[in-house]
Nanobody, 124 residues
Framework: QVQLVESGGGLVQAGGSLRLSCVAS????????MGWLRQAPGKEREFVAAIIWSRGNAYYKDSVQGRFTISGDNQKNAVFLQMNSLKPEDTAVYYC?????????????????WGQGTQVTVSS
């Protein structure tokens, strides 16, 4: 069984920073891409950032571009999200996820494996 384990969430004031980490454990698998998605209360889960391993390119939601940086290790199926200049609207549960078959990193439903989520709360 594949497990994605996130860590690094917490409570921070607006303008502050947090770094999220995600490491895979359990059964070995190969991912095409890994990313971070989030879900705020009363809202649908949404794409935040992702890396496509073969291209080495990173992709971001417009509202986090320039503030968040995704990085990772393909061999370890690990991915990280450095979040700077956090805003109250960034408050959500953040999920690490992986795509192992074809799909779009921008599509929530195309991710095959998910972590349990970590809460990020940004106070104003």
């Amino acid at each position: 069984q594949v497990q994605l384990v996130e860590s690094g969430g917490g409570l921070v004031q607006a303008g502050g920073s947090l770094r999220l980490s995600c490491v895979a454990s359990g059964r070995t698998f190969s991912s095409l891409a890994m990313g971070w998605l989030r879900q705020a209360p009363g809202k649908e889960r949404e794409f935040v950032a992702a890396i496509i391993w073969s291209r080495g390119n990173a992709y971001y939601k417009d509202s986090v571009q320039g503030r968040f940086t995704i990085s990772g290790d393909n061999q370890k199926n690990a991915v990280f999200l450095q979040m700077n200049s956090l805003k109250p609207e960034d408050t959500a549960v953040y999920y690490c996820a992986a795509i192992t078959t074809s799909g779009s990193v921008f599509s929530v439903s195309d991710y095959n494996y998910w972590g349990q989520g970590t809460q990020v709360t940004v106070s104003s």
